[in-house]
């Protein structure tokens, strides 16, 4: 173990213990010049980092229907409903695009004169403007990275199904369970660690990959409404020169980080007990 345990405190754990230190530093004239919690002070004060804090509270909220969008569909290919094969595939493709021709697609898809619009149009319904209302543009932003990620969460599920004891299944065809009740009572508590565990990876994907298509679609806006952690970092570092400020933030999102990865366990452990 000792060669893995140098490299993860050698590229990890040191790193981070550098940019928690360089947190109670300064910026600009008072660069080097420790200043204790000045930066985390300003971070609380600082309207964009809120709003950056309540989109994560938001990311919470709609964490279930990012998990559950690929668990049926996986439940739906495992129970091989007509034309699974072309659909295991055709769900795993967006997972393999990038983040920016992912963003670049859906700008042209959401844009106001956009199909989108045009579509809604035709049915009666008034355009929206996905991507420039504040109330909106980070649903749609969401909604686009489930779309790009689901197939690997997708992929994990289906790993999950061929754990799962194909006896318990045919039981439940046989009492006559519809597949509501199936899901319920056979797949949900069977796949209960597999679940935990794409809720987890979701939730870090979540605040660590959705960068590439914040700056592709709305760079923040439109008046900061789409901004997370991870984009508030790198406006910090790279356009406001303010290192120390963005390393206060890193040191935040970690924690966030970890409280999730900290959950994750604690559950583990219940669920092992349970079993």
Do not use: C
């Amino acid at each position: 173990m000792a060669p893995s345990l140098l490299i993860i405190v050698a590229l990890r754990l040191w790193p981070l213990l550098l940019g928690v230190n360089f947190s109670f530093t300064g910026d600009a004239e008072r660069d080097g010049e420790v200043i204790g919690l000045d930066n985390y002070v300003t971070l609380l004060h600082d309207p964009l980092f809120q709003t950056a804090l309540r989109n994560v509270g938001l990311l919470v909220l709609l964490l279930p229907v990012a998990v559950a969008i690929p668990g049926l569909l996986a439940t739906f290919i495992h129970l091989r409903v007509p034309g699974h094969r072309f659909f295991r595939s055709t769900y795993f493709f967006p997972a393999v695009l990038s983040p920016v021709i992912v963003g670049a697609i859906f700008n042209m898809l959401l844009a106001v004169d956009g199909p989108l619009n045009e579509a809604l149009g035709a049915v009666g319904i008034g355009r929206v403007d996905w991507l420039g209302d504040p109330d909106v543009a980070m649903y749609t932003v969401v909604a686009v990275h489930i779309w790009g990620n689901f197939g690997m969460a997708l992929v994990v599920f289906l790993a999950g199904f061929a754990a799962l004891d194909a006896a318990l299944l045919d039981a439940a065809r046989v009492d006559g369970a519809s597949l509501l009740q199936t899901i319920r009572h056979v797949i949900i508590p069977g796949l209960s660690r597999t679940i935990q565990f794409v809720f987890v990876t979701t939730m870090i994907g979540m605040l660590t990959s959705m960068f590439g298509l914040l700056y592709i679609m709305t760079a923040g806006g439109p008046e900061g409404s789409t901004y997370l952690p991870e984009y508030y970092i790198w406006i910090q570092q790279g356009q406001m020169s303010r290192p120390a400020l963005a390393s206060a933030a890193s040191t935040v999102l970690f924690f966030v980080m970890l409280f999730v990865g900290l959950l994750q366990m604690s559950l583990l452990r219940r669920t092992g007990k349970e079993d």
